[in-house]
């Protein structure tokens, strides 16, 4: 497998660090970060993928509960050692041919949610190719989440409709480095998703090898009117 900015843990080394802080078989979790979400949904997609089912993500982080006016504290605790068992694959998952396969389909939908200048290739300041994985569509993450708030679900189910998923076909995202695509995979769970895929590595798994095509045109269902475009050589 081709290197990525952001791999799959390894189950060991991820049961070890959830059994220290605490968590346990059965027992719900509840992930949060300092506002945006992203960080917090690639926990909850990392422990729902290591088959952990009770976790639950605080709607707008920190920010929010600070907001309403609930308890903080400056305490570090020390959780009781927990008994989770990391079982992985609990969450599906694409490497690069499946991810190229899934956007060449005709059912189905390849879904990249970075910002559209650099899906475009017009910018891309973190890996060395600018462009997206040819045939996946462009929703940016702003189009479903804002400052780590969910769109309501029929606002959610109608952006990723128009962005190409169909209520049934095969659905795959991905972004940068796969924690923005963690969080737009929670978004489709919220539109009644529970199949959509990661591709973990995402872009930057993508470029790691040179042999794969870069597309730097628009594909038809990131916005009205664009037809599909050429490949740029990678």
Known sequence: MWPARHPLPDPAALQAALRA???????????????????AARAWWTLRWAGHRRVRLLHGGHPAWVAAGLPTS????????????????????????????????EAGALVDVRAAPRYRGETEPVDPVAGHVPG???????????????????VLRERFAAAGVDAAAPVGVYCGSGVTAAQAVLALHLAGRPDAALYVGSWSNWVADPSRPVATVQEPGS???????????A
């Open 136 to 154: 996946a569509v462009n929703l940016p993450a702003p189009e479903y989440v804002t400052e780590g708030r969910f769109s309501a679900v029929d």
């Open 74 to 105: 400056t305490d570090v605790p020390t959780p009781r050692p927990g008994d989770v068992e990391v079982r992985s694959g609990a969450l599906p998952v694409l490497v690069a041919a499946e991810a190229a396969r899934l956007a060449a389909a």
């Open 21 to 39: 802080a605490g968590v346990r078989a059965g027992h719900p979790v509840v992930v949060y970060d300092g506002g945006d979400g992203m960080s």
């Open 223 to 233: 916005a009205p009117g664009l037809t599909r475009g050429p490949t740029s050589p």
